[in-house]
């Protein structure tokens, strides 16, 4: 036994103190019990630059419903069926589901196999209290992997729910570098848990947009000949058909496969992987969706017919296999700029055994109609009353636990106002290109910006090396250097506020400048935020700075009155169009933390700030010999 345990730590090529055992993907994915001590999971991560629908789809195809290894059983990576450079993890995509329980320690040795690219993998959703140096932002909480290196991420889980890992550098995780990770608690612990009757691996439902082309095409990208970041398709747990925009024909790549027996209801678990900015609405025909948590927080249960999610945002619903058996159609279409080309895809909610209704034909992008639709892009009706109209905002939905009274303090310790925008060098178009300036350039030839302030990362990770401190700054501190920080139009710096730990901290994100269509999912890491309000002003008009004001007096008034009843939790925020989200969080994880709309493309052109939340030595120390980086630029030898 101990000889061969050792041959499996030895396979696993891992060094582990002689009292701990490790276990598989397989094992750690188990029904989590009341009292079971926790595990060690161990999972290995391959990144490469890999081929969708390569040369391995010749001699297999991948299996069309979920597999629970961490290594491809099969290494066709079929996607939509379009020949693509890819970034793969162990050659998959979505990549490797992890599945753990509450409480159990997750180590993931991550091997940097794509030659020329650095990688970080962030694990979003989960709050790394304890393990703030695994966070996977670069230069805030880690360098980046250098490609041919190997980092382990060597966390506990604390915080259950339907969570996922995704690529924290450039553009990187729109090629592929994502994934679930499910924490979940024994049912008994599942204030909801007595609504359904099966919590499965093959319902977890990772969606995600496609491009043809890699990313990078797209950022710095191209202006003159194909501008914006339009995605060509989506993807349901990575795959989907193709409908070639000129033909309208579909290629015969089948549909992804949900099953389920009639008379069960079942737990399923959504992610939104989306790169782009375009919301995703998913409906299932002739189901209602139960929503019993949002982002991984126990909501109080509420059934509507169709739901919208932005980047990075999860949902957990009960369906109800309560129709006559038979197939029905899974839509996921896209919104915002994704709706002039109608992007949709279809997976298929099978019932087993006898069928007794006919599958109908695949319905058209605006055929289906809705009684209830959670999260609208439209949140006119979203601040104050209850919902009456069909349209049930994030805002709306309650907590399923009561509330820490001291969010519901009228003061918070700390008020940020933070408006959105981009900033355009358009105008000075002739200095941007004029010799030696070297802006950082974006095809649109503009920076995003959070209260005039362009994010760029440090030279060296804040939480680990000094040396980052030299880019900090806040509007604050920088009204004199930010007039001529040898850009045109905006700061650009590491965007960063101070905050002291266990503080009530009140976010109000808002979208200073009316763009049509165009609505940014917010992220925070290392805590999740109630939500207090959310709303839109009419549109074709910019959001000044005293409709905020207004805004806030409205939100003190309720605070006063009491009005808030038991709001629910989130880390991921869509901020509707034109519109604004008044947040609050208690600031109880030290360490530093990204804010950031997670639209891959505004995250890397500038739209984050860091919280810096306590001070240096509330952290744990420095893992030894954690990676350093930073420029090099000594004095010249005499
Ligand atoms: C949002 O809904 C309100 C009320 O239903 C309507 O008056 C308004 O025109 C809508 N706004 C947009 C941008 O569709
Ligand atoms: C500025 O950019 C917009 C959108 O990218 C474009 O339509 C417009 O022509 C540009 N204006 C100038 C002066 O380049
Ligand atoms: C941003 O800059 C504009 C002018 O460029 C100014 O009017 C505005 O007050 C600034 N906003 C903030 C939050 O500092
Ligand atoms: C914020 O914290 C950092 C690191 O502790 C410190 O260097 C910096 O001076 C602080 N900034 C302010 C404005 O207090
Ligand atoms: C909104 O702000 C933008 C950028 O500052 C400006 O170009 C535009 O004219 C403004 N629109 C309105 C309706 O005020
Ligand atoms: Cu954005």
Same mark, same amino acid.
């Given at each position: 036994m101990k000889f061969f345990l050792l041959c499996f730590i030895y396979l696993l090529g891992i060094k582990a103190s002689n009292s701990i055992v490790f276990s598989s993907p397989k094992e750690c994915a188990r029904n989590c019990k009341d009292g079971e001590p926790p595990k060690y999971c161990y999972v290995k991560f391959i990144l490469e630059y890999y081929t969708s629908n390569g040369m391995a789809c010749n001699w297999c195809m991948p299996n069309i419903t979920n597999q629970l290894s961490t290594e491809a059983l099969c290494e066709c990576i079929i996607a939509d069926g379009i020949e693509k450079t890819v970034l793969s993890i162990n050659r998959m995509i979505p990549g490797p589901t992890i599945q753990v329980c509450k409480g159990d320690h997750v180590i993931i040795d991550l091997e940097n196999a794509a030659e020329g690219l650095e990688v970080t993998i962030h694990w979003h959703g989960v709050f790394q209290n304890g393990y703030q140096y695994y966070d996977g932002v670069p230069f805030i909480t880690q360098c980046p992997i250098p490609s041919g290196n190997t980092f382990r991420y060597d966390f506990v889980v604390d915080n259950e729910g339907t969570h996922f890992y995704h690529s924290h550098i450039s553009v990187q995780m729109m090629d592929g570098q994502y994934g679930g990770l499910i924490v979940r608690v024994p049912k008994s612990q599942?204030?909801?848990?007595?609504?359904?009757?099966?919590d499965l691996a093959e319902h977890i439902m990772v969606i995600s947009d496609w491009m043809h082309e890699l990313s990078l095409e797209h950022y710095p990208g191209k202006v003159r000949s194909d501008i914006g970041q339009t995605p060509d398709n989506i993807l349901i747990n990575g795959r989907g058909k193709y409908t070639d925009p000129v033909t309208k024909r579909k290629n015969n790549i089948p549909y992804y496969v949900f099953n389920v027996d009639p008379g069960k209801r079942y737990r399923f678990r959504v992610i939104n992987g989306f790169g782009t900015v375009c919301l995703a609405q998913l409906t299932i025909e002739w189901h209602s969706l139960q929503i019993i948590a949002m982002d991984g927080e126990n909501v109080q249960a509420v059934k509507v017919d169709s739901v919208i999610m932005g980047s990075g945002e999860r949902?957990?619903?009960?369906?109800?296999?309560?129709?006559?058996?038979?197939?029905?159609?899974?839509?996921? =279409?896209?919104?915002?700029?994704?709706?002039?080309?109608?992007?949709?895809?279809?997976?298929?909610?099978?019932?087993?055994?006898?069928?007794?209704?006919? %599958?109908? &034909?695949?319905?058209?992008?605006?055929?289906?109609?809705?009684?209830?639709?959670?999260?609208?892009?439209?949140?006119? #009706?979203?601040?104050?009353?209850?919902?009456?109209?069909?349209?049930?905002?994030?805002? %709306?939905?309650?907590?399923?636990?009561?509330?820490?009274?001291?969010?519901?303090?009228?003061?918070?310790?700390?008020?940020?106002?933070?408006?959105?925008?981009?900033?355009?060098? &358009?105008?000075?178009?002739?200095?941007?290109? #004029?010799?030696? =300036?070297?802006? =950082?350039?974006?095809?649109?030839?503009?920076?995003?910006?959070?209260?005039?302030?362009?994010?760029?990362?440090?030279?060296?990770?804040?939480?680990? %090396?000094?040396?980052?401190?030299?880019?900090?700054?806040?509007?604050?501190q920088l009204i004199q250097e930010c007039r001529n920080p040898g850009k045109y139009t905006a700061c650009s710096c590491t965007h960063t506020y101070n905050i002291t730990l266990d503080s009530i901290v009140e976010v109000v994100i808002y979208d200073q400048t009316w763009v049509e269509d165009l609505s940014h999912p917010f992220h925070l890491h290392g805590h999740s935020f109630y939500v207090f309000d959310i709303g839109q002003f009419t549109s074709g008009n910019n959001i000044t700075s005293e409709k905020i004001q207004r805004v806030l007096q409205r939100h003190q008034a309720r605070l006063m009155d009491g009005d808030y009843i038991n709001p629910a939790r989130k880390d991921t925020i869509t901020v509707p169009i034109n519109g604004f989200a008044t947040i609050r969080f208690i600031a109880n994880n030290p360490g530093w933390w990204m804010m950031h709309c997670h639209f891959l493309w505004h995250t890397v052109s500038g739209m984050d700030v860091i919280f810096h939340v306590g001070e240096p030595d509330d952290l744990p120390p420095i893992p030894e010999n954690f990676p350093t980086c930073s420029s090099f630029v000594p004095d010249v030898n005499v």
């Open positions: 599942e204030p909801n848990g007595f609504l359904y009757d099966e949902l957990d619903f009960v369906l109800s296999a309560d129709q006559p058996p038979g197939s029905y159609w899974i839509q996921v =279409k896209a919104l915002g700029e994704c709706r002039t080309s109608e992007l949709q895809q279809f997976a298929i909610l099978r019932y087993s055994g006898q069928v007794s209704r006919q %599958q109908t &034909n695949e319905p058209g992008y605006s055929q289906w109609r809705y009684n209830w639709l959670f999260n609208p892009q439209n949140a006119t #009706g979203c601040s104050g009353a209850p919902p009456n109209n069909g349209r049930l905002c994030v805002n %709306q939905m309650q907590s399923f636990d009561q509330v820490d009274p001291r969010i519901l303090r009228v003061n918070p310790d700390l008020q940020l106002i933070l408006p959105f925008d981009f900033v355009s060098y &358009n105008s000075t178009l002739t200095t941007f290109f #004029g010799p030696k =300036k070297y802006d =950082k350039f974006f095809a649109d030839v503009s920076l995003s910006v959070m209260r005039n302030i362009s994010y760029v990362e440090p030279i060296s990770p804040l939480i680990s %090396q000094r040396e980052g401190y030299k880019s900090l700054c806040n509007p604050n």
